[in-house]
């Protein structure tokens, strides 16, 4: 599946990076960086752990 983020309503919070920092990744402007744009079996529980997370729905997963 393809990762998307839609950087207008991430608040930077680095969330998604503590639960998936394999994917996800603050840079040092704190802007959000996607280190992969695609799930693989190893990461994909934790890439869904950190949609579910998100307070601001920023993270969507399409086939
Ligand atoms: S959890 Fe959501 S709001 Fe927080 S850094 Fe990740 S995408 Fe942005």
């Known amino acids: 599946m393809k ?3 839609d950087f207008d309503l991430c608040e930077s919070n680095a969330l998604c990076e503590s639960l998936a920092p394999e ?3 603050l840079d ?3 802007f959000l ?3 992969t744009e695609e799930t693989t079996p ?3 529980d934790a890439v869904k752990r950190a949609v579910a997370a998100c307070p601001r729905a920023a ?3 399409e086939d």
Do not use: H
């Open 3 to 5: 990762i998307k983020v």
């Open 23 to 25: 994917v996800f990744e």
């Open 28 to 30: 040092d402007d704190d």
């Open 33 to 35: 960086q996607l280190r």
């Open 42 to 44: 190893e990461n994909v």
């Open 59 to 61: 993270i969507s997963l």
